[in-house]
T-cell receptor
Framework: DAGVTQSPTHLIKTRGQQVTLRCSPK?????VSWYQQALGQGPQFIFQ???????QRGNFPDRFSGHQFPNYSSELNVNALLLGDSALYLC??????????FGQGTRLTVV | AQSVTQLDSHVSVSEGTPVLLRCNYS??????LFWYVQHPNKGLQLLLK??????LVKGINGFEAEFKKSETSFHLTKPSAHMSDAAEYFC??????????????FGKGTLLTVNP
């Protein structure tokens, strides 16, 4: 079992650009959540996808959007990047009432 | 709404001595609580979870935590620290007591340093 896999591992973008991050959940998991972890901080919840729909959303602007595919994999899109979007983006997968398994994250740097 | 406060941003111990990482929570409902560990350049790993069963929860690698409702605390302990325990530790509460399938709220983290 490969666990939760995220790609790419590192990414550098310019202010104003758009970025797409990808996540493949642990085998058998149907729920994917995304978190943003700024340097020196705990992860913050962005949103969660289940059955290809956004089920919960944290306090993030509409520039942050996502998608879940029929195979349960997911994408996180961020438009109009700001310097403050630089962070480690973590994907977590789970089933109902199971613990969340996290990927190793994508380190996004906005310059 | 729910929140978590980790009372120490940095804890330093000697190898072989006890570890105590402190966490207080706030939740409108009966909470589900977790401790996660993050080693450098690695993802988050679940150490243990409390979901309204036994108040003393045993986790991996010798860690345990005790849920104290009267004190709204969920402190993490280990009798004897090992060098490999050096990492960032996060106390986490889930929304509405719904287990980790719901939104997780993280504390700011406690960096554990283990000295030889």
């Amino acid at each position: 079992d490969a666990g939760v896999t995220q790609s790419p591992t590192h990414l550098i973008k310019t202010r104003g650009q758009q970025v797409t991050l990808r996540c493949s959940p642990k085998s058998g998991h149907d729920t994917v959540s995304w978190y943003q972890q700024a340097l020196g901080q705990g992860p913050q919840f962005i949103f969660q996808y289940y059955e290809e729909e956004e089920r919960q959303r944290g306090n993030f602007p509409d520039r942050f959007s996502g998608h879940q595919f029929p195979n349960y994999s997911s994408e996180l899109n961020v438009n109009a990047l700001l310097l403050g979007d630089s962070a480690l983006y973590l994907c977590a997968s789970s089933l109902v009432y199971t613990e969340a398994f996290f990927g190793q994250g994508t380190r996004l740097t906005v310059v | 709404a729910q929140s978590v406060t980790q009372l120490d941003s940095h804890v330093s111990v000697s190898e072989g001595t006890p570890v105590l990482l402190r966490c207080n929570y706030s939740s409108s409902y009966s909470p589900s609580l977790f401790w996660y560990v993050q080693h450098p350049n690695k993802g988050l790993q679940l150490l243990l979870k409390y979901t309204s069963a036994a108040t003393l929860v045993k986790g991996i690698n010798g860690f345990e935590a005790e849920f104290k409702k009267s004190e709204t605390s969920f402190h993490l302990t280990k009798p004897s620290a090992h060098m490999s325990d050096a990492a960032e530790y996060f106390c986490v509460v889930s929304a509405e007591g719904g287990g980790s399938n719901y939104k997780l709220t993280f504390g700011k983290g406690t960096l554990l340093t283990v000295n030889p």
